[in-house]
Structures are given as C-alpha cells and as structure tokens.
C-alpha cells in the first residue's frame, strides 16, 4: 500500500515513519498476524468445547479407557511443567558449560602469563647484583657531586660574606694603632677611640656614645651579611628612635613595637594578645659622665652598664660562631671588655687577604672545570660565614649548631655587669691598702694621748712628714711603762690613698691608727 501522503511504496524495515499511513502501514502486518491467531485460538477451543461437550452428554457410556476432563487437563498441566522444567535445566547446563569453557581459557590464559613472568624473572635475576651495584655506584656518585657542588657554593657564599664584612669594616674606617714601648693597641673606629669597659669614668660622654653608637651599627651590619641572629636584640636610630638600644636576653625578639626610652609609652593593642608585657631597652648612649650619673640616675647608669655588657656579649658570641679565638679563656671579664680587639678579631683574623682576592679566588673557583676535585678547597676556605641562621647547609639551629652554641660556656650579662660596675666603683674609690711604718714614726708622742677624731692639724712644713690632706682620724694610746722589752715592732696599719696622692707620689696619712710604746 502506498501512502498517500509521501507517495512513496511501504516497507516494515528499510523506510522509517514519515506520517500517520507510513504508521498504519507498519501496523497493518501485526494486526494481521494477531487476527490470524485469535482465530486459530478461537477454532481450538470450539474443538475442545465440542469434545468435553460430548464427553459431558455420553457419561454412561461403556467405554472404560475413556480419561476424564479434569485428568486430561492434570496431564496436560503436568507436561507443561516437566517441559518448563526441562529447558531450565538445559539452559542451566549450558549455561555451566560455557562457564566452564570461559574458566578454562582464563586459566591458560594466567598460566601462559606465569610461564612467561617466571621467564622473564629468570632472565632479569641472572645480572641483579651487577645492576644493582653499578646503580647504587651512580647515585652515590651523584650524591657526592651534588654535594661537593652545594658546598662549593656555600663556601663561595660565606667567602662573599667575609668580603662584604671586611668592606663594611673598612668604610667604618675600623683600625688598630701600635702605640708605645712596651708594646699596647688602640683600636678606633671613624676616627674615634673604641671604649673600654674598664675605663668608661674617664671618656666624655659625646665620645662614649658616638663609639657605642659606631659599634652597634658595624655588630648590626655584620650580623645581617652573615645571617646571624644575636641573642641580644639590637634596635638602630629609626623614626622617632634617635639612639640605639639593646634588649636583655630574655626579652629579645618577644616583643612589638617599644618607644625609645624617656619618651611617652606606646599604648598597647588590646586586640594584640602575643606581646602583653612590653619590655625596657637598655640604652647605649649618655648624656653626662658616668660619675655624675651614678650620683643624679643611678638607674640609668645601671641600665647603661647593662647595655654595654649585652653588646659586649653579642660581639663574644658572634666571634664564637665564627671560629674566631676570643681573649684568654681564663679571664671572662677580660675577654668580654675589649670590644675593640674583639670586633677587629673577627672582621680581620679569620681571613688575611683583602677582598679583591677573595673575589678574584671565587671566581676562578666558579669557572673550573665540573669533573675537577679540588682537594685543597675546603682548607683554604675561610672560616667566617661558616655557621649562620639563613642557610641550612650549616644552621646554627641544627643538632651541631646547638652543640656549637652550648660549648660557649659564656657567663651570664648580669654577673659581667656586677662585675663591671664592682670595677669601676673600684677605680673612682680605691680599696685602701696596707703599709709598713719606719721606726720612727712609732716615737713616744706625749702631746698626742687620747683619741683624736676629726678636726685639723697645723699645716706642716714642706718635706715634713705627716702632711693630711682633708679631715682625717687617728687614735693614740699611752699607757704606764711596765717591765717589759722596749722594742717597738713594726705594724700593719691601713692607708686610704686618694687620687691626688697617686698624681704627686706622695703617701697619705687619712685613716691610720697609731700605737705607742709601752
């Protein structure tokens, strides 16, 4: 049949839909199929109808074998079943049997993979030592390049250190001068003399803090081109900062933002919870002779014998970690209070070239050849700018810089400053001595019974002894003469010596006691 509409000849699988007749079309063969078997259904039952018909009208009839209705359909039922029955066994066995087949090419397939696995194994276990020696050859050979270049570069890096170090040094115009007979070094720094500890009394103090000041800003510059952090904080001049300052070693790095001392206290975030107490910075300047300061603001003379011991320890410190030998070690005091033999140690001491040929020496290091050894490299290097916190080829934080650092064995900044200031205490008053008087001056003296305290004497003459200078005390004592020796032994008697008998060579009389003969 045609359609109507596209004109065009139906068939049920090479031409699709196209409108409503393509789709009656393709309909019209099933619906025709499904005519067919309801009659064909509908002329079976007639058929079965017709005979239990006739099975129901004859029951009496003489035929015996005859089967009822209800047994015909049991059997029929029964043979459907055994039928159902029968192909879900044969499926089932087929089923089995194709499994079977797929499991035994899976397993030939795994043991053709073995055979030719244990072969391959075989083939590969017959060079594993060789292989595995000449592999392990490799990367400890490539270990030891890697190494060998990563040292090369550290040790062209601390060189570059030590060249910037001693350049700094140079501008900062740091030097030593021979000076005398016995031989004694000075050591300046931009033309000003490099204190000591020990005789801070007598520098004035625009010196004392232009040098501390001078040494600050050289430590703070070396430290940073040698990745060092000190255990003393140090804060350079900065906006409203104008001197320097140095923290205790508890509180260094643990702190914000701090004012510079005497000025108004910066007023704390209360949202800022990590640095809650603000610590004190010592001060590194004076603004009057330490004598003056002791007697007006013994508290600020305090925290200035501190400053000066804490930047006294950095220098200390920093010499010890880079090698360099610091003083006698059998006198701490001594070794901490020369800053300027100290500082010049560590930018000289370490390396006796200048750093042209540092530059030039890593140069000629860096262009040879990469299979060359140098054997002799490591020995030449220098040893300052070995150890620093900015490197992990040898930090100072590893389990060998800490066993470094705690081989120090430095004293405490609170005993040196005890120290310190026990000293200079000492040179502006002097401990008095003991001296031994000549005979005559233990002569029967009868004007002179009693105790005498205070007071003046008559000036005596020029050359005459027993010249006092100021209000001084002695006591005589005179008592009946007995039987006994008329020997007057010498005694020990104590002497006070003030600075001007030291400057005229003359002895002092203030503070002794005089004892008579018998």
């Not at 033309?191 to 520098?203: K, P, R, T």
């Not at 490591?378 to 620093?388: D, E, F, I, Q, V």
Request: hydrophobic content about 35%.
């Amino acid at each position: 049949m045609d359609c109507g509409i596209c004109e065009r000849a139906h068939h049920p699988k090479r031409l699709p839909f196209l409108c409503v007749v393509d789709a009656r079309n393709a309909l019209y063969e099933g619906r025709v199929v499904n005519t067919k078997m309801l009659m064909e259904a509908e002329a079976i039952e007639f058929k079965v109808n017709k005979l239990l018909s006739d099975n129901d009208a004859s029951p009496g009839s003489p035929e015996p074998h005859r089967p009822s209705r209800a047994y015909i359909e049991h059997c029929a039922s029964e043979e459907h079943k055994a039928k159902e029955r029968t192909e879900r066994i044969i499926a089932s066995a087929d089923k089995l049997r194709d499994e079977v087949a797929a499991a035994k090419k899976e397993i030939a397939k795994k043991r053709a993979a073995i055979a030719r696995k244990k072969a391959d194994l075989a083939a590969a276990a017959q060079g594993v030592p060789a292989r595995r020696n000449r592999e392990m050859d490799e990367v400890k050979k490539a270990i030891k390049m890697t190494k060998y270049g990563w040292d090369r570069e550290y040790e062209a890096m601390a060189q570059y250190k030590t060249a910037l170090c001693m350049e700094v040094a140079k501008l900062y115009r740091l030097q030593r001068v021979r000076r005398g007979n016995p031989v004694r070094f000075e050591y300046k720094i931009g033309g000003i003399d490099i204190i000591d500890l020990q005789h801070m009394n007598s520098i004035q103090p625009e010196i004392l803090s232009a040098s501390l000041s001078h040494i600050t800003h050289l430590l703070f510059l070396i430290s940073h081109y040698l990745a060092i952090r000190l255990p003393a904080e140090i804060t350079l001049p900065h906006n409203d900062y104008p001197r320097p300052t140095i923290f205790s070693l508890s509180s260094s790095y643990q702190h914000g933002e701090v004012a510079f001392p005497g000025s108004s206290p910066i007023p704390p975030d209360p949202r800022d919870r990590q640095f809650a107490n603000v610590p004190f910075p010592r001060p590194l300047f004076v603004d009057r002779p330490l004598t003056s300061l002791i007697k007006e603001d013994s508290a600020t003379y305090n925290a200035f014998l501190e400053a000066v011991c804490l930047l006294s320890y950095d220098i200390v410190w920093l010499c010890r970690t880079q090698c360099v030998p610091v003083g006698d070690s059998t006198n701490h005091f001594d070794a901490f209070s020369g800053i300027g033999r100290n500082m010049y140690n560590l930018v000289n001491s370490s390396l006796q070239r200048n750093p042209q040929q540092i530059v030039d020496d890593i140069g000629m290091q860096m262009v040879a050849p990469n299979g060359g050894e140098h054997d002799d490299f490591g020995k030449t290097a220098p040893r300052m700018g070995l150890y620093s916190h900015g490197s992990g080829h040898t930090f100072l934080g590893s389990a060998v810089g800490n066993e470094l650092t705690r081989n120090f064995k430095l004293p405490n900044p609170i005993k040196l400053t005890d120290k310190l200031k026990s000293k200079l205490n000492h040179v502006e008053n002097p401990i008095p001595e003991w001296e031994v008087l000549e005979d005559d001056a233990w002569a029967p003296d009868d004007g002179d019974d009693g105790v005498l305290v205070g007071g003046a004497r008559p000036m005596p003459k020029v050359g005459e002894r027993g010249a006092r200078f100021g209000a001084e005390s002695y006591m005589s004592v005179s008592t009946a003469k007995s039987g006994g020796s008329g020997d007057n032994p010498p005694t020990m008697t104590n002497v006070a010596a003030n600075g001007r008998d030291h400057e005229r060579g003359e002895k002092s009389t203030s503070g002794w006691t005089k004892i008579k003969s018998r």
